[in-house]
């Protein structure tokens, strides 16, 4: 049987080669374009990282050719494998869940499988406190098929501060996760893990709480976190706000007074910047709303304020999803 040596299932820490500014500048725009869900163009901007040994490119480069035909390919297996040589516990699973030891005879060296490798890597790092590694023992046990540990390992990494697990867990609880007497116990369970997330600035985490106070029908305060974070870069809820000033009628959670040209504005900087079908749709319906010159005053706005606003916009993927 064909073996691979993982290089890292000794602890070593995951850390990218000090790249040259200009692959470094075309990794940024590859992870930028990746977030709002344009894969295939972030391929050729990603590769020149993970060929110069940059870790975080070669997994994601395994992530788009994994998603884009839906399975294990051999190019995603490709990048996988070189991540996995490094000590990427993500990797690793990817490998597991898609046969590359069974099915494609690629093992790691002293290992039954590539979660059993993952173990090994993360559950020392664990032990010792690292939020993170916490979070990747429940997505490895997860793996292992034991959702008890998976869950257990998630709570103790949100305990221990981790913004991912804690908005994880946020939505879990949302969604059924836990026994909670009435509905408004749990959407304030949910509501804390979500506060815990948002404080540390992790957007996800403000989107949560949107989502909290809407179904607690506390509209200001929903609009206030929708405000929040499309402004540190959500794609949802930018696209939300602008919807919102251009039409308040349209939805419950606009606690807005009518604002055509600053919705018009940041629909329109969408629509320019990304090509984005569904501004473009809502300005079509709404186009009446507007005269020529607030449509100037618009594109004008949106020039000076929203188009190459910082941070960038993303749908913020889990690193580990589906």
């Known amino acids: 049987m064909s073996r691979l040596l993982v290089i890292a299932l000794l602890g070593l820490p995951i850390s990218s080669w000090a790249l040259e500014p200009e692959v470094q500048t075309a990794k940024d725009e590859g992870m930028r374009i990746y977030g709002l869900g344009i894969a295939a163009e972030s391929i050729p901007l990603l590769e020149p990282a993970a060929e110069a040994g940059d870790v975080e490119a070669m997994y994601y480069l395994g992530e788009i050719h994994r998603l884009r035909h839906m399975g294990l390919t051999r190019d995603a297996m490709a990048w996988y494998l070189q991540a996995a040589e490094q000590g990427d516990v993500h990797a ?3 490998l597991f869940q898609g046969g590359a030891c069974t099915a494609g005879d690629r093992c790691p060296e002293g290992y039954e499988d590539w979660h059993h490798a993952a173990l090994a890597v ?3 790092k664990a032990d010792a406190g690292d939020p993170d590694a916490m979070l990747q023992m429940s997505d490895i046990y997860r793996m292992f098929d034991q959702p008890r540990r998976a869950g257990d390992w998630l709570e103790r990494a949100a305990e221990a501060g981790q913004p991912e697990a804690q908005t994880i867990l946020g939505n879990q609880i949302l969604d059924g996760r836990g026994w909670y007497l009435t509905n408004g116990r749990r959407l304030s369970a949910a509501e804390a893990w979500f506060s815990k997330a948002a404080e540390q600035g992790h957007v996800p985490g403000m989107e949560g709480l949107a989502r909290v106070y809407r179904n607690k029908e506390e509209f200001e305060q929903g609009w206030q976190w929708m405000i929040e974070s499309s402004l540190r870069g959500s794609y949802q809820n930018r696209l939300g706000v602008g919807w919102c000033y251009l039409d308040p009628s349209y939805d419950q959670r606009c606690h807005t007074g009518k604002d055509v040209v600053k919705g ?3 629909l329109y900087s969408l629509s320019k910047e990304f090509k984005d079908v569904n501004a473009r749709d809502i300005m079509s319906w709404n186009q009446d709303e507007l005269t020529e010159s607030q449509r ?3 594109e004008a706005l ?3 304020e929203w188009i190459g606003r910082e941070p ?4 913020f ?3 580990f999803g589906y």
């Open 264 to 266: 018009w504005a940041v």
């Open 296 to 298: 100037q005053e618009a």
């Open 312 to 315: 960038p916009l993303s749908n």
């Open 92 to 94: 690793m699973l990817r």
């Open 302 to 304: 949106a020039e000076a």
């Open 122 to 124: 993360a559950q020392p």
């Open 317 to 319: 993927p889990p690193r």
